[in-house]
């Protein structure tokens, strides 16, 4: 029978201080070859369960996540290829970044470490999961040949062979890798767990909360927007009002919402999402006590992704309704403008007439209209 313990100062580094959590010479660079062995290690032992499991505990667990998001990459590349439907990485968006997160949270249980931290992060990781998922699922992505309309219009404009190019660079390859990249903080967290212990600090509680909220965000934002539709189809296939609803004809006619949290925001569903990461990031950087660390590369990634695919998203609504490039004018992309103006009000100011011109009354300290 195998030892199950863990082999801690071959899976982890020997940290001492808090910063050196965030050292990636100290915790990263060291433990790459593991990821080279991976492979042929679990084809050795693949029918051990036990072997199996001694190498989980033996493997650092953010080479663990490396190895996972490579394996996964042609897998994705395969079916996309295959069913030319480019929505696979899509499919795992909400579901990769919690699996990711709940191995950190399993592997510090069976290893034996503190693991509130990782409870708190798996806790509110997996709210924003089932969320993103449960959204996903009822607009229909998850039906067979189901396929984000964006992908159209860049299959179009780069033709088939860079879309092939586009595929195995970017969506098989870079985005599985910004998922992977994303959840790199928890390991930063997982670190620090072993030198400060079980004792949860006020950035945990910080945080956590914070997430949790932009968790609440992107559900009131997902809600309201599926609200809208749901009224917009009734609406088109009766030319009336639905009931149940609190939308007037002119918001309907529109197009697009703009009411509720989406009359400050154009996308404030999006604006949770990168708050979410950038939260993480945040976090294991108070924890090490660094200004910034290695992981920014996931929430700087995950932002840069969001700008272009907004971009795109965009470009292709303004085209399809009038009166979004007045939105765009009057409401911030993602977060509120100081000069907000809401859709209800008038599309522009009005102008004078020109029989209404004012003018001074010499001495009076008065106007009065000719």
């Not at 998001?69 to 290829?81: D, G, H, Q, R, W």
């Amino acid at each position: 029978m195998l030892d199950l313990r863990p082999t801690l100062d071959v899976a982890l580094p020997a940290v001492k201080k808090l910063h050196e959590c965030a050292d990636y010479s100290k915790t990263v660079s060291p433990y790459l070859p593991q990821l080279y062995h991976l492979p042929q290690k679990i084809f050795e032992h693949i029918n051990d369960l036990d072997a199996l499991q001694h190498l989980y505990l033996s493997t650092n667990p953010l080479i663990t996540s490396l190895g996972f998001a490579l394996f996964m990459t042609p897998i994705v590349l395969i079916v996309s290829e295959v069913n030319r439907n480019y929505s696979q990485v899509d499919r795992l968006w909400s579901i990769l970044p919690a699996v990711y997160n709940c191995h950190y949270a399993l592997w510090a249980h069976l290893a034996g470490l503190p693991t509130q931290r990782m409870d708190h992060v798996m806790a509110v990781t997996i709210l924003w999961g089932a969320r993103l998922t449960f959204n996903y699922w009822r607009k229909g992505g998850y039906s067979i040949g189901s396929e984000d309309y964006r992908w159209a219009t860049v299959k179009e404009y780069v033709g088939p062979v860079g879309m092939f190019i586009f595929n195995v660079v970017f969506i098989s390859l870079a985005q599985n890798l910004l998922l992977f990249l994303i959840t790199a903080p928890t390991y930063v967290l997982l670190l620090c767990s072993r030198i400060t212990g079980n004792e949860l600090t006020q950035y945990d509680g910080l945080f956590s909360k914070l997430m949790f909220v932009f968790v609440l965000v992107e559900f009131f934002a997902d809600q309201q927007q599926w609200n809208f539709h749901q009224a917009k189809a009734q609406y088109q296939r009766t030319a009336k009002l639905p009931k149940g609803y609190n939308y007037s004809r002119e918001h309907l006619d529109r197009g697009f919402n703009t009411t509720g949290l989406w009359a400050w925001s154009r996308h404030p569903n999006f604006a949770g999402e990168q708050a979410v990461w950038v939260c993480l990031y945040q976090w294991c950087c108070c924890e090490s006590w660094t200004y910034m660390n290695w992981t920014f590369v996931g929430a700087l990634g995950y932002l840069f992704l969001f700008q272009a695919s907004t971009w795109l998203t965009e470009l292709l609504t303004s085209g399809k309704y009038p009166e979004y490039k007045i939105y765009q004018e009057r409401v911030g992309k993602f977060l509120p403008k100081l000069n907000t103006k809401r859709m209800d009000g008038p599309k522009a100011e009005p102008k004078a007439k020109e029989g209404d011109k004012v003018k001074d009354t010499k001495g009076a300290g008065k106007t009065k209209r000719r």
